[in-house]
């Protein structure tokens, strides 16, 4: 049986490939990976962020919309340099952040997951 091991890759498509590259490569603080023609992979930890400014781009009004959800180490820091850019944001939760890229995509950012040791074993769910 074929099964999906893990997700790859995930494409933003949006109109200027300058403000994306310095929203997600300087603000979030992704390394450029590959770059060429009119893309650039950008590496997200265990995949590419591909930002493309060809082809048609889903409209982030409409049923097919696009929300990037990312993890962060320092939420802290985050905050300060997104409003250091003038980038508006806000708090989700104390640990998620919500703001939206240059071709208005929602991007969510969450802090660090929770350890497996946080979360309740089959045992302990039985006697609640």
Same mark, same amino acid.
């Given at each position: 049986?074929? #099964?999906?091991? &893990? @997700?790859?890759?995930? !494409?933003?498509?949006? =109109?200027?490939?300058?403000?994306?590259?310095?929203?997600? %490569?300087?603000?979030?603080?992704?390394?450029?990976?590959?770059?060429?023609?009119?893309?650039?992979?950008?590496d997200? #930890?265990?995949? &590419? @962020?591909?930002?493309? !400014?060809?082809?048609? =781009?889903?409209?982030?009004?409409?049923?097919?919309?696009? %929300?990037?959800?990312?993890?962060?180490?320092?939420l802290?820091?985050?905050?300060?340099?997104?409003?250091?850019?003038?980038?508006?944001?806000?708090?989700?939760?104390?640990?998620?952040v919500?703001?939206?890229?240059?071709?208005?995509?929602?991007?969510?950012?969450?802090?660090?997951?929770?350890?497996?040791?946080?979360?309740?074993?089959?045992?302990?769910?039985?006697?609640?």
């Open positions: 049986m074929l #099964g999906l091991e &893990s @997700l790859a890759e995930i !494409t933003v498509y949006g =109109r200027d490939m300058k403000a994306a590259l310095h929203f997600y %490569r300087d603000l979030l603080g992704m390394p450029v990976g590959l770059n060429y023609f009119a893309h650039t992979h950008l997200a #930890g265990n995949m &590419s @962020l591909v930002l493309r !400014t060809t082809w048609r =781009r889903c409209d982030h009004e409409g049923p097919y919309g696009c %929300r990037l959800i990312l993890q962060c180490d320092d802290v820091g985050l905050r300060r340099r997104l409003a250091a850019a003038g980038i508006v944001w806000q708090d989700m939760t104390p640990d998620a919500l703001c939206r890229d240059p071709d208005d995509n929602e991007v969510l950012v969450w802090g660090a997951a929770p350890a497996v040791a946080d979360f309740p074993s089959d045992e302990s769910r039985k006697d609640s």
